[in-house]
């Protein structure tokens, strides 16, 4: 079974500075996709970002970037320019190349120092 | 676009009775999921459905969850007898298929006593 590990449990980073959110997985398929989930407090959960496996390409979404390394099996979500709206719940998430559902790690909690 | 839609929002019952959750998904989203978020844990995945066809229900507690989704659309998840364990967040999600972006309701929290 595909395990996903998140091994921050909290974060703090200061407004306008960059974090990282750390992300591993475990599997044996080749073909897979790798998600970013943000959960504001009391809000639903959405997408922030996502990556297929067979892409080179790190995938950006304005101030979210991610460092995919296919060979370490990790994939790191990278915030710049942290704005307040950006504390919350992250999940990293995966599913692999069939009809599977998504695969969630335990979350990193991300708090923004004003 | 109207986005997914849950009830109830918050149920607080007794340990041995029963609940009932429904989902609404965005309208044309093929595939429907059921996720537990237990407190300071990552959601799982309890049932997916494609259509009104069940994908995978491995995690899924069949001796007291049950679900189902009608005519491809509405879904409801059901838990009797409840147990303090099963206090938790359901969340609903939809998508147009795998592997794509879920979209997810607000959830249903469920405490049990």
């Known amino acids: 079974a595909q395990t996903v590990t998140q091994s921050q449990p909290e974060m703090s980073v200061q407004e306008a500075e960059t974090v990282t959110l750390s992300c591993t997985y475990d599997?044996?398929?080749?073909?897979?996709?790798l998600f970013w989930y943000k959960q504001p407090p009391s809000r639903q959960m959405i997408l922030v970002i996502r990556?297929?496996?067979?892409?080179?390409q790190n995938a950006t979404e304005n101030r979210f970037s991610v460092n995919f390394q296919k060979a370490a099996k990790s994939f790191s979500l990278k915030i710049s320019d942290s704005q307040l709206g950006d504390a919350a719940m992250y999940f990293c998430?995966?599913?692999?190349?069939?009809?599977?559902?998504?695969?969630f790690g335990k979350g990193t909690h991300l708090i923004i120092q004003p | 676009e109207a986005g997914v839609a849950q009830s109830p929002r918050y149920k607080i019952i007794e340990k041995r009775q029963s609940v009932a959750f429904w989902c609404n998904p965005i309208?044309?989203?093929?595939?429907l999921y059921w996720y537990q978020q237990i407190l300071g844990q990552g959601p799982k995945l309890l049932i997916q459905?494609?259509?009104?066809?069940?994908?995978?229900d491995s995690q899924l507690p069949k001796d007291r969850f049950s679900a189902e989704r009608l005519k491809g659309v509405d879904s409801t998840l059901k838990i009797q007898p409840a147990k303090l364990e099963d206090s938790a967040v359901y969340l609903c999600?939809?998508?147009?298929?795998?592997?794509?972006?879920?979209?997810f309701g607000e959830g249903s929290r469920l405490t049990v006593l």
């Open positions: 599997t044996s398929e080749s073909d897979y996709y």
């Open positions: 999600a939809s998508s147009l298929g795998p592997q794509v972006e879920l979209f």
């Open positions: 459905f494609q259509n009104n066809g069940v994908v995978d």
């Open positions: 998430a995966y599913s692999g190349g069939g009809a599977d559902g998504l695969t």
């Open positions: 990556q297929e496996a067979y892409k080179q």
């Open positions: 309208s044309g989203h093929a595939t």
